[in-house]
């Protein structure tokens, strides 16, 4: 295993001026600069300058192999487990670099969660799913703690009265779209900031998706969600802000509203009324 | 003896050899009738011309070769029967052991053999009877076969037309051979499994049930005379059952770890070249041959643990259940290793990636996900390794000793279950004796703890895959 490492931490101002600035948003709560990322010699992105407004959904559009899961796994530096992957350019977590030798990863991911398109239960009980987090970082000194904090999380990703009697039951015997509330639920458990969501619906039905929407726009109040569709018409249901990666590169990005309404860039024009992608 | 049964196997060699032509003849010619067929014919063939090939071909090998099968069968007791008809009433009086002994020689005499008594031209007579009824039915075989064999590939082959669904038939015949073999694979199972419940059924009759069992002392001597002092055997096998579940246990201690840890690094922390080297590498220690384990845990280990054990000072026995085990542990290794290894691989990555996700480190990954997603193959891989432990023996003759001592100290030395069934079984024995017996009744008892050990793994094994899949 390779640790991502970071070689141009410089950002000059010149090239600040290029950044391309979410129109109307809030306060950022995660900024990326210049981010190139490679697997081995072939680059995936190329000089990625993006802002993630905070308490706010971002949604990541684009075509397959574009980049889009390539990015949000630099947000919690899940690139790092990965081979031959290395990260070069400056990303920040309120101010704070997350490629800083000196910040724990470990730190970073349980402020950071994560998503992914398949449901990926752990084949333990459903109480034991949720509570994995807060035990390995020590959240919860009692039981009567980590049982609240279970029912809570439960609770915020809309899935406790579903499973509140059978909470010894295995994790992995619920439905497609039981399974990814429940990893929603594991991720809200450590109390994180950020949620990175990676085509989250992709594997569910049109029932489960929606429930899924509904959770996100709930946890809008109190969390930063940057999501990873293929669906237009999620990312123009949840987001506020879109951002529009094509080969890598990130081409546009700003409200959702004017992203679908108004795009300034004849490839995203192309890619958001379905003629290639 | 030779001589005969070398001539008897040349034949049937050739036998098969001129059914093996004759069928590829019939291939080829089915073959060619089908291609004809479908030129000429109207339809399309309802099956590629090679499947009419080898439904010929099959029509042609298989009905003969159940024939010779059962030939071979029943030859040598219609041979006999004929011989005993034959004797004169005098002789066929005789008790049925005497008899048996008669006809035994009278076989050895046709063969031109040593015969144990003087020939007597009536003996004379039987043993030509038996050597002419021989001959005679070999020729009949020989032709009974071939003509079969023509007659079947001639039938297949008028029966040749663009309609007949050779592929469909060759289908059947092919699933039957599966069948057939399968149901020889169990029948000889479960007639290993009655000889040995018969035979142990027979000690049972001579020594109590629960004497074997529970008994604490193990000296399977029977007397040749019934005046002979100790006269009588003790077959409490108890100290043998301990001997062996010390010695799996040593075993496990040692390739337990070594094994799980192995397996661990090789599925988690090494790259994939070193485990491609490392794998093959470990599994090898598996294919060594068990005496090579043997002679090491003898010569090298064993005088090592005495030293290091004198050393110390404590007496240590020269041969020890401990030398026995420990290396038996390494034989083992491979079992755990290279199986907990391919469930640890088989697990999903996507389960790492949630762990990580949530701000797990490696080490806890392993542990806490992993390892129990891993757990029932883990176990299933550990269950072979002890049944193999258990069923092993060289190693225990070479390194553990014959001494059936009743001990939990890995020090001495011990003996196990199949390290006694071999004593009970060499050498000259008198095939109903309780010493003879005993050896079934230990077999009996073995085969029972493996095959437990092996439904469990099983049933382990069979879980685990329903959780993924
Ligand atoms: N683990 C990896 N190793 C090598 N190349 C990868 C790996 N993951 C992604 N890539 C490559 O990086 C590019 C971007 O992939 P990805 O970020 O998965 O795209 P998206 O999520 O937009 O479909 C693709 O060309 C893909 O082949
Ligand atoms: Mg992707």
Known sequence: ?????????????????????????????????????????????????????????????????????????????????????????????????IYDTALDVVRLRARVGMVFQKPNPFPKSIFDNIAYGPRIHGFANHKNDLDEIVQTSLERAGLWLEVKDRLAAPGT????????????????????????????????????????????????????????????????????????????????????????TNPQDERTQGYITGRFG | MLRDKAVTGMQLTLIIAALLILSSIGYAMGRRRAVAAGRGGALRLHSRPSYH??????????????????????????????????????????DPDRLGLLVLDVKNLAVGNIVSREIDPALQAAAEGYNRFLTLSTAAMVVVAISI???????????????????????????????????????????????????????????????????????????????????????????LFAGTLLITVIAMCVATPVGLFSAIYMSEYAGPRFRATAKPMLEILAGVPTVVYGFFAA??????????????????????????????????????????????????????????????????????????????GIVGGMLLAVSRAIGETMIVVMAAGLAANLTANPLEAVTTVTVQIVTLLVGDQEFDSAKTLAAFALGLVLFTATLALNVVALYVVRKYREKYD
């Not at chain 1, 109040?221 to 990873?228: D, H, P, Y």
């Not at chain 2, 029943?74 to 009086?93: F, G, K, M, N, T």
């Not at chain 2, 392993?366 to 129990?372: A, C, E, G, N, Y």
Request: hydrophobic share 50%; aromatic share 6%; with cysteine.
């Open chain 2, 149 to 239: 064999g023509v007659v079947g590939a001639a039938r297949a082959i008028r029966g040749v037309s663009p309609a007949f669904r050779a592929r469909n038939q060759v289908e059947k015949v092919a699933r039957n051979i599966m069948l057939a073999a399968s149901i020889i694979a169990v029948l000889t199972t479960v007639g290993i499994v009655l000889s040995l419940l018969f035979e142990a059924l027979r000690f049972f009759d001579q020594v109590p049930f629960f004497d074997f069992l529970f008994g604490t002392r193990w000296s399977p001597q029977t007397a040749l005379r019934a005046d002979q002092v100790g006269a009588s055997g003790e077959f409490g096998a108890v100290p």
């Open chain 2, 299 to 376: 010569l090298t280990v064993a005088p090592f643990v005495r030293g290091v054990g004198e050393s110390i000072g404590l007496s240590v026995a020269s041969e020890s259940a401990l030398a026995a085990g420990g290396v038996m542990g390494i034989m083992i290794i491979p079992f755990i290793s290279s199986l907990s290894d391919d469930v640890m691989n088989a697990v999903p990555q996507s389960l790492r990636d949630g762990a990580y996700a949530l701000g797990a480190t490696k080490s806890e990954t392993i542990r806490q996900v992993i390892f129990p997603a891993a757990l029932p």
């Open chain 1, 1 to 97: 295993m390779q640790t991502a490492t970071l070689t141009d931490v410089t950002v000059n101002a010149g090239h600040l001026g290029g950044v391309v600035k979410l129109r109307g948003a809030s306060a950022a709560k995660m900024t990326a600069r210049d981010v190139n990322v490679y697997y081995g010699e072939a680059q995936a992105l190329r000089q990625v300058d993006l802002d993630i407004g905070e308490k706010r959904i971002t949604a990541l559009i684009g075509p397959s192999g574009c980049g889009k899961s390539t990015f949000l796994r630099c947000l919690n530096r899940m690139n790092d487990v990965i081979e031959g992957c290395r990260v070069t350019g400056r990303i920040e977590m309120d101010g704070e670099d």
């Open chain 2, 53 to 94: 090939g080898a439904y010929v071909a099959l029509w042609c090998a298989l009905p003969s070769l159940l024939l010779l099968v059962l030939w071979s069968i029943a030859e040598p007791r219609l041979a006999e029967w004929l011989l005993i008809a034959r004797l004169p009433d005098s002789i066929r009086a005789l």
């Open chain 1, 173 to 260: 015997g619920l439905s497609g779209g039981q399974q990814q509330r429940l990893c929603i639920a594991r991720a809200i458990a450590v109390d994180p900031d950020v949620i990175l969501m990676d085509e989250p619906c992709s594997a569910l039905d049109p029932i489960a998706t929606a429930k899924i929407e509904e959770l996100m726009d709930e946890l809008r109040t109190s969390l930063t969600i940057v999501i990873v569709t293929h669906s237009m018409q999620q990312a123009a249901r949840v987001s506020q802000h879109t951002a529009f990666f094509h080969l890598g590169s990130l081409i546009e990005c700003g409200d959702t509203d004017e992203i679908f």
